[in-house]
């Protein structure tokens, strides 16, 4: 029965073992691979191999370390203090737990007084003076490290940001799409203004995760400089939001979001020639169907992860820059990839299906 037991608990334990390192795998591999069922299998049987390797080791050791008497005398003497090592060590994880808080607070304060230099806030009904710093400061970060990164020379203008209590309140007074959830104003030659919702508030105790909205914003403005104010419909809508989704998703914290939308985005293998057509969509055309936009920005979100991984993380931005210039995108494309666009992409669809 023991056996039985120890069997069984090692077919469960290989299961969730394995579907955790599957997760992982997903945001690397594509899903001609992860979809894969030798693929699945191999991930579970080498899961399984660890485990047993790990388990066979791992006995062996302890049963050395409980016939050492060094060790034995330790184990005794931890056996009287483990109320104390218990509380020690429980202050520890809690005064560790509170240092990050503390210290992105401290950093938040010092990019709010960037951000209030640069930023114009417009409000359209009562919101909190905290939401509000709270949408400056993830704006001004993304900012920053883009500008530091793309810009040689950042211009030297206010943002108007026109700021709303929440989505719903977006979409009635902007009269944009239910699926929006913000919009960046870019007119040729005049400085760009943002429209999103207001962050939630959060504190050293109430640090909670901003929305991808501000960095998919603050993505168009810089990328508007990259082009030197110069019309955005310069550079094809597929691109300038697949930079945009790339740059708001790449963060760590994104993870369970890029892999959900990986995912989703898996499953249109058997629709190649309608995903082919995606990337020409008006999405501002209302007859325009939920489902191919929202297609429209996970699969140019992935096709910017692809450039990016294949020829690197500069590439998007050169050709952008290529374009303010004064280059046609295609031909700006074609120099910085040595390829044309339309094969390019063809070879995105041929690696990632």
């Not at 062996?60 to 008497?69: D, F, M």
């Not at 944009?176 to 870019?186: D, K, P, W």
């Not at 403005?221 to 790449?250: H, N």
């Not at 294949?310 to 046609?328: L, T």
């Amino acid at each position: 029965m023991r056996k039985v037991r120890k069997t069984l608990g090692f077919i469960i334990s290989s299961f969730f073992c394995a579907i955790l390192v599957y997760v992982f795998l997903i945001a690397v591999f594509p899903p001609r691979i992860f979809l894969s069922p030798y693929y699945i299998l191999a991930v579970y049987f080498i899961t399984g191999l660890f485990l047993l390797t790990f388990d066979f080791v791992l006995s062996r050791q302890i049963q050395k370390i409980n016939r050492n008497r060094f060790f034995q005398s330790i184990q005794q003497w931890s056996n009287r203090k483990k109320v104390i090592w218990s509380v020690l060590l429980i202050t520890i994880i809690v005064a560790l737990s509170s240092v990050r808080p503390v210290l992105d607070n401290i950093n938040d304060k010092r990019i709010l007084q960037d951000a209030k230099q640069q930023f114009l806030p417009i409000t359209y009904s009562v919101i909190s003076e905290a939401k509000v710093d709270r949408t400056l400061v993830e704006l001004q970060r993304t900012l920053k490290k883009l500008r530091t990164e793309y810009i040689e020379k950042s211009p030297d203008y206010i943002i108007k940001v026109h700021l709303f209590s929440n989505r719903n309140e977006f979409i009635e007074k902007t009269g944009m799409s239910e699926l929006s959830v913000g919009g960046t104003l870019t007119l040729a030659g005049r400085p760009p203004e943002i429209i999103i919702p207001v962050e939630q508030e959060s504190s050293i105790w109430n640090n909670t995760l901003p929305t991808s909205t501000p960095s998919h914003e603050i993505t168009h403005v810089v990328t508007f400089e990259a082009l030197q104010l110069k019309d955005i419909i310069l550079v094809p809508r597929f691109y300038i939001e697949g930079m945009a989704e790339y740059e708001s998703l790449k963060d760590f914290r994104r993870f369970p979001d890029r892999l959900f939308k990986r995912i989703r985005l898996a499953f249109y293998k058997n629709q190649l020639i309608r995903l082919e057509a995606i990337p020409t969509l008006d999405i501002k055309d209302r007859n325009v169907n939920d489902e191919d936009i929202l297609l429209f920005y996970r699969l140019s979100e992935e096709f910017i992860r692809y450039l990016i991984h294949s020829y690197g993380e500069h590439k998007p931005w050169h050709v952008v820059r290529d374009v303010g210039q004064g280059m046609n995108f295609y031909d700006a494309f074609k120099r910085e990839y040595n390829k044309e666009y339309s094969v390019t992409f063809s070879e995105f669809l041929g690696y990632f299906y």
